[in-house]
């Protein structure tokens, strides 16, 4: 298996996109971090990963929270050979109808909350001289989405922030990649379908060629690849798993 006896630990991972990606790197063998403000919800997450795998409450806005639960992995662990930044938030709003509140959150979770984990995670990845890192930020990231001004604008920060520390880390061993998916069917997701906004969804979904939403599992399997050797010679890049809504 592909990632057999080495450690990933995921944030998000109780739900959507991090769950998938949990249970992926689970059944290729990996120990996995199951990271989430949601506790119960990573409990639940690991007992169906099994492996070993470790639910670790973590909220992403609070440093002190990440950097105790990072140090709890790899107390645990022994260390962290793959870190994927998937926690995530957003609510579609006119951006003039949002308010700081809103900025706030966006950004607490979407943004600060990747720089918190990476801060956090990179020093045991540069002693161990190795690593990978996968940001999951967004298409929206990409070329902006009407109804999330704010929400764009953090996952286009990921992705800029993504390739400085390629640059930077890259003499240690450890490679830095993105992946933005499009619409994808989560809970979130769903979330934003009962509050209203069924008429925007149905109208990316019509403008993207493959016509429909993507899986949690599709995007999981690109966060896979660029974690494993068969990306070793790839760093600073964004894969879209997006149907072809944007395309570089």
């Not at 001289?129 to 990409?142: H, K, L, M």
């Not at 109208?203 to 690109?222: G, Q, S, Y």
Request: aromatic share 4%; with cysteine; net charge negative.
């Amino acid at each position: 298996m592909e990632f057999q006896d080495r450690v990933a630990l995921v944030t998000g991972a109780a739900s959507g996109i991090g769950r998938a990606i949990a249970l992926a790197f689970a059944a290729q063998g990996a120990r996995v971090a199951v990271c989430d403000v949601n506790a119960a919800g990573a409990e639940a997450v690991a007992a169906e990963a099994g492996g070993g795998a470790l639910a670790v409450p973590m909220d992403v806005t609070d440093t002190g929270s990440v950097r105790g639960g990072v140090e709890r992995v790899v107390e645990a662990c022994g260390g962290i050979d793959v870190l994927v930044n998937a926690a995530g938030w957003d609510r579609i709003t006119p951006f003039v109808k949002t308010d700081e509140t809103h900025w706030d959150k966006v950004i607490g979770i979407n943004y600060r909350g990747v720089l918190a984990v990476t801060h956090a995670v990179l020093p045991h990845l540069i002693e161990r001289g190795a690593g990978a890192i996968v940001n999951v930020a967004s298409e929206a990231g990409r070329s902006g989405s009407s109804g999330e001004a704010v929400y764009s604008g953090t996952k286009g920060a990921v992705i800029a922030f993504s390739k400085a520390v390629a640059r930077e880390v890259a003499r240690y061993g450890i490679r830095v990649n993105v992946v933005a998916p499009g619409l994808t069917d989560t809970p979130l997701l769903q979330g934003m379908i009962a509050a209203g906004n069924e008429k925007l969804i149905d109208a990316i979904v019509a403008a993207t060629p493959l016509r429909r939403l993507a899986r949690p599992e599709e995007v999981a399997e690109a966060v896979l690849f660029l974690a494993s050797e068969r990306a070793s010679f790839t760093t600073g890049e964004t894969l879209s798993v997006g149907g072809g809504l944007v395309m570089a």
